[in-house]
């Protein structure tokens, strides 16, 4: 064969391997959607557009008497049997169950915020946050997370993520900026492709394929401080910018994951120039659906619709005629399918309007095979044996180590050697899983301490890493360090989500700022680790310090942390955020004036 057959051969492989990788697009299922709406009665069609939180369901047979479409564990919302594997799987397949007792026996998409993992259940391997994945630069390694994900959210039963978040959050004080991969919307856009693909696959219909769902459209990282809470914050607040910004910062996520054949969006609580997202077509509907062509569905946020006007209904007309097609209704589920019918009755919002939302709705329900009668909708029970475990948990440590920045090595005091006489470990968050892990894992908001078992702290990593000889001691306070070959100090934020995380000051807490001077005290080489949810104004604590690692929220596997404070592999991470010297610093970005951060986007040391 000569060369130029060879090449030609290998174009055309190449060209028929990635028409195969590339998903079948949503509306080539319309054909199987049409005869089905077309038996669709009004209330039918108005349950698929409808989810309440499992949580606020009373009677379970609600689900055949309105037809509910889908079901959502929010953030808190655990079965009332308890927290296990066991109980979740339970509680998805009785709620999926009630779905055959009607006339279509149109099952129920069941949503959760797996947003680092199957975050909500014990149990589950923990991931770093979006911002620690985007410091890994590595998308290939992004996809492989969101599939591990994805296997454990499908051992519940569950088929929906409210995931990947692929938010540009331009001002770091934002409660929500661990959500988001990067402050540079081209990482962005990069590593949500990616994350739709891990969590998809290349065919919806797999049944480890899970629904992902960008969010929150659009624009929700751009609000501008003072917008929200009383002046006091920046979450669900306004994002003041003209559309060709927009489009250029805010919207480049969006276009990959739509590239990617995401299956849902879930448009923000945020305003853009005043107007609630939820409530605007030109957003929803001309630039989404018409201009970027997603043929998925909208869901909106938890309650979301309630803030697009203060009467409700007419709040519900705005936001369907708007381009709304599922509305996260946790509590208010049958006010809103009263309210949608009337409206419907009184010609506010058109049938046509209806059906395209149920449409989209179907579309992505014959997509996953939720359609196929030959196959069970119940959870597959023997996916539970890789649930949490240490195959998925090797994925999870591989996040963290690449995650990992290293901002300042002094000395080459890293890496550690594991034959150290004795490494003192200091620092509240250094035996603290659920300050490592941070914010929506096990409840909404998160919380300190031992949250989920099957984890290690930095703390347990260290010692399990040493060589046999090697003592290691530990206080919290980071005092009793006099004599130690080295110490380890873990400090940074405790846990928190969304508008509670708004904050106008990201100085260290003063425990962390002693834990660090006590442990400097004793007059040995310092290694601090910051977990944190965004950069930190460190202040004196970089000068005390002989190293600084940010490794931001990384989850369950703390011993990815040890391997790279012992050199068995190499920090490779990167800023995906600019750090700022100080809090004048924040909210600035290439090309702005007096724009000077104290280690720039793209900063990172190594060994
Ligand atoms: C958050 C969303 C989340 C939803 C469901 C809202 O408070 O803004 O990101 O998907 O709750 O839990």
Do not use: C, W
């Given at each position: 064969m000569n060369y130029s057959r060879c090449s030609r051969v290998a174009a055309l492989l190449g060209a028929a391997l990635s028409a195969a990788s590339q998903p079948k697009p949503l509306s080539s299922f319309d054909a199987q959607v049409k005869p089905l709406l077309a038996r669709m009665t009004l209330a039918e069609k108005i349950g698929q557009m409808t989810q309440p939180d499992q949580e606020y369901i009373k009677d379970p047979t609600d689900i055949e008497n309105y037809f509910v479409g889908s079901i959502l564990s929010g953030g808190s919302s655990d079965p009332k049997e308890g927290n296990s594997l066991q109980a979740w799987t339970d509680l998805y397949d009785r709620l999926q169950r009630h779905t055959t007792n009607t006339r279509l026996k149109i099952p129920i998409l069941y949503g959760v915020d797996a947003v680092h993992g199957h975050n909500n259940i014990l149990g589950a391997v923990i991931f770093p946050h979006e911002i620690g994945l985007g410091a890994t630069r590595n998308a290939a390694l992004v996809e492989k997370v969101e599939r591990v994900t994805a296997e454990e959210v499908r051992a519940t039963g569950i088929q929906w993520a409210f995931a990947p978040c692929v938010t540009v959050p331009r001002d770091v004080r934002w409660g929500r900026t661990y959500e988001g991969f990067s402050e540079d919307p081209q990482l962005v856009r990069e590593m949500a492709g990616a994350a739709v693909r891990g969590f998809q696959g290349t065919d919806l219909a797999s049944p480890l394929a899970v629904l992902a769902c960008a969010k929150h459209y659009a624009g929700d990282g751009g609000t501008a401080f003072g917008s929200a809470h009383g002046g006091r914050g920046l979450d669900q607040g306004d994002t003041r910018v003209d559309e060709a910004t927009l489009r250029r910062i805010h919207l480049q996520g969006y276009i990959a994951a739509v590239q990617a054949g995401v299956g849902s969006i879930m448009p923000s609580y945020s305003s853009w120039n005043g107007v609630?997202?939820?409530?605007?077509?030109?957003?929803?509907?001309?630039?989404?659906?018409?201009?970027l062509g997603f043929q998925g569905f909208l869901i909106s946020d938890y309650n979301a619709i309630d803030q697009v006007d203060r009467d409700y209904k007419k709040a519900i007309g705005i936001s369907i005629n708007a381009g709304m097609d599922m509305a996260m209704v946790?509590?208010?589920?049958?006010?809103?399918?009263?309210?949608?019918?009337?409206?419907?009755?009184?010609?506010?919002?058109?049938?046509?309007?209806?059906?395209d939302a149920v449409t989209r709705i179907l579309r992505v329900k014959f997509a996953m095979g939720l359609m196929d009668q030959n196959r069970s909708q119940l959870a597959d029970r023997s996916l539970r044996k890789t649930f949490g475990s240490a195959e998925h948990r090797l994925v999870a440590r591989e996040a963290v180590r690449q995650s990992l920045v290293l901002l300042k090595n002094r000395n080459k005091v890293l890496p550690m050697k594991k034959t150290a006489a004795r490494i003192h470990v200091g620092g509240k968050s250094a035996d603290d899983l659920g300050n490592q892990c941070g914010g929506w894992t096990i409840d909404w908001q998160g919380k300190s301490g031992d949250v989920t078992p099957g984890g290690t702290t930095v703390l347990a990593a260290i010692r399990k890493a040493v060589a046999k000889g090697t003592q290691v001691t530990f206080s919290k306070d980071g005092t009793g360090a006099a004599g130690a070959t080295v110490g380890v100090v873990v400090i940074g934020e405790l846990p928190y989500a969304e508008g509670d995380g708004d904050r106008a000051d990201l100085a260290l807490a003063q425990e962390d700022v002693d834990a660090v001077a006590n442990m400097k005290a004793a007059g040995i080489s310092v290694v601090v680790i910051l977990f944190s949810g965004r950069p930190m104004i460190l202040g004196g604590v970089l000068d005390q310090a002989d190293a600084v690692v940010a490794a931001w929220l990384p989850g369950t596997e703390g011993e990815g942390i040890a391997d790279v404070l012992f050199g068995d592999f190499r920090p490779t991470g990167k800023l995906s955020f600019a750090w700022p010297r100080s809090m004048a610093q924040v909210a600035r970005h290439p090309g702005d004036k007096d724009y000077d951060p104290l280690f720039a986007f793209g900063y990172g040391l190594s060994y």
């Open positions: 609630k997202v939820s409530g605007n077509k030109h957003l929803l509907t001309e630039i989404l659906k018409q201009g946790p509590t208010k589920y049958k006010e809103f399918i009263a309210d949608l019918k009337q409206l419907v009755d009184e010609g506010v919002v058109p049938m046509s309007r209806i059906d």
